[in-house]
Nanobody, 116 residues
Framework: VQLQASGGGLVQPGGSLRLSCAAS????????MGWYRQAPGKQRELVAM???????IYGDFVKGRFTITRDNAKNMVSLQMNSLTPEDTAVYYC???????????WGRGTLVTVSS
């Protein structure tokens, strides 16, 4: 599975960004896609995941600020991030998980910087 992410960048505190990730290859008919993030000196953590039947899970820190959606026809997920704070600064990684095989794939990561 190949994952192509886009949408990172620099945003001011309180601002918004939208990340997108497109999957290609043997993605499987039932799968989960979403985002993890890793800040400097910290472990990688779940941001949000969504399954092919649109079940979602979010990291505790999200607190209603982020929304994950997916387009199954395009094998694409998007993460709308609002009310960003400097603590959201991290490299965001797109992830795909095949629900049958358990195989996981990661994108290269896109940097999100929240700073004034």
């Amino acid at each position: 599975v190949q994952l192509q992410a886009s949408g990172g960048g620099l945003v001011q505190p309180g601002g918004s960004l939208r990340l997108s990730c497109a999957a290609s290859g043997s993605i499987g008919s039932i799968n989960g896609m979403g985002w993890y993030r890793q800040a400097p000196g910290k472990q990688r953590e779940l941001v949000a995941m969504i399954t092919t039947n649109y079940a979602t899970i979010y990291g505790d820190f999200v607190k209603g600020r982020f929304t994950i959606t997916r387009d199954n026809a395009k094998n694409m997920v998007s993460l709308q991030m609002n009310s960003l704070t400097p603590e959201d600064t991290a490299v965001y990684y797109c992830k795909h998980r095949n629900s049958y095989s358990g195989e996981e794939s990661w994108g290269r990561g896109t940097l999100v910087t929240v700073s004034s």
